[in-house]
């Protein structure tokens, strides 16, 4: 086999930063700044790690950034109060609600307590629900990254068979949808699935979407396939065995600089976006 | 090949509804009855004959039905303001509007105004992603009626392939959630899906829901797979191919008397049980 194309997120997330940073600059003409709200309750190290670097990522392009920090004892209602005058102020455009929040609280209430207008991480089940039908503003932000990089190197989905290891909320069960939006044949196989490695054999796209170590076998990568490896485990280290995937893979995003970058440009675009709606622009 | 098992809808249905009826009974102890209002606008002869049927059903049961006739010239507002009148109605313990409603309304909108708890057809965006996650008080009765059966008779659905053939919102969008959450591997097909008989070969269960006549041919089905078709055409007759079905089929629904009387059946039951949560006994 030839080396597959490596699918670069790195240099995607560039380009879609890029053209951002044009379009911040037309809003900022209007007087209008794009803003996202970050919400961290408590104090889990990782949590607050992804807070900044997203906060850090709207500082760059000229988004501004609001951090909401709760303690660990806040309880659901006063979370959803938090969000509630979030949802109120015109100045913010997008909230995200950093996962997971502490045990006590009710995530999925607080998650469906953000207006869906500015729900730019794509997390309501209103949103979900939009987006299984075609019709969401700003889908969860790793699956329209996996779309945005098929779709920036020009690789087909149409009647392709896309097959999708893992069945998250906010990962497996809305990339299954949006391939199957695009006129994919779309398999969802997950922790109960037998023979695995069959199911990935019959894939032209697999998604890794589980969450373990380079779980998914580059001798299950049917010959030719496109493989988008969503997973980022410790020690920066997909959910694909990478080495031995390209041996079969025509196309594969490495675990760094794959999905990740472009998930976070995604969460720009939204963010951006909601500002032009909000401006008028859209 | 053996003869398959055929899967009797009609029975499984009356068994359904005779559960139903010491319920409904109960309820009436407690000075309750159950009752399903149904929207009919327009006059579409297929849609008014629908309607008639579920009324009967509710009728054969001791369920109460409301029936609600609006003109070919409702507009969305009006539409929106009688199932507004509708969700206030404590009498009212489910709402059915009938699809499809005359063109220039928007059908998507009038869904969604139905409140969640009356959404005994399960056709609500809300209905759909709680479904989706799981959580769903009343998912759409199709889907629901094809569990069902499946669980009537005791066919396993964890670890089996489970190939669903259509991908609309209220049938093949649903029951692949539905299957999928039961931990089957899922394969949703189309009709963008290349080699179809392939796919369909997979499946260890085979969902028909394409609503063409006799279009699963029946050497496409794996021998020994189970098979559950959901359509119903012209002239009495499925989207599969019943006959030639039959030979590799190891049980198989008939049309008619398969998957239709169980769905009507849920719609019965999904009404008993929001008049149940209304009595305070759920």
Redesign the interface.
């Known amino acids: 086999m030839r080396e597959p194309i490596v699918l670069d997120g790195s240099r995607v997330a560039a380009e879609i930063k890029a053209n951002l940073a044009g379009r911040v600059e037309r809003l900022k003409e209007l007087g209008i700044v794009p803003c996202l709200a970050t919400i961290l309750v408590g104090g889990d190290p990782a949590s607050a790690t992804y807070v900044k670097m997203k906060a850090n990522a709207c500082r760059r392009l000229g988004i501004e950034s609001v951090r909401v920090e709760l303690p660990e004892t806040t309880t659901t209602e006063e979370l959803l109060e938090a969000i509630g005058r979030l949802n109120e102020d015109p100045a913010v455009h997008g909230i995200l609600l950093q996962h997971p929040v502490p045990g006590p609280i009710d995530e999925r209430a607080a998650f469906d307590a953000i207006a869906i207008g500015k729900d730019v991480d794509g997390v309501t089940?209103?949103g979900?629900?939009?987006n299984?039908?075609g019709a969401a503003a700003y889908p969860s932000c790793t699956p329209a990254a996996i779309l945005t990089i098929l779709d920036h190197y020009g690789i087909g989905i149409?009647?392709r068979?896309a097959v999708v290891v893992g069945?998250s909320?906010i990962l497996g069960?809305p990339v299954?949808?949006m391939l199957?939006n695009r006129?994919a044949?779309?398999?969802?196989?997950?922790s109960?699935?037998?023979d695995l490695a069959e199911?990935v054999a019959?894939g032209d796209i697999v998604v890794a979407a589980v969450g373990k170590p380079r779980f998914i076998q580059g001798e299950w990568i049917k010959p030719g396939a496109v493989v988008l490896d969503a997973g980022y485990n410790p020690g920066n280290v997909g959910d694909v065995d990478y080495e031995a995937a390209c041996r079969n893979a025509s196309a594969i995003t490495p675990v760094p600089a794959g999905v990740g970058p472009v998930t976070i440009s995604m969460l720009l675009k939204h963010t951006v976006e909601a500002a032009e709606r909000a401006a008028g622009l859209r």
């Open positions: 089940m209103l979900f629900a939009l299984t039908f149409e009647g068979h069945r909320p069960k299954s949808a199957l006129n044949t779309v398999t969802i196989c997950h109960k699935t037998t199911m019959l």
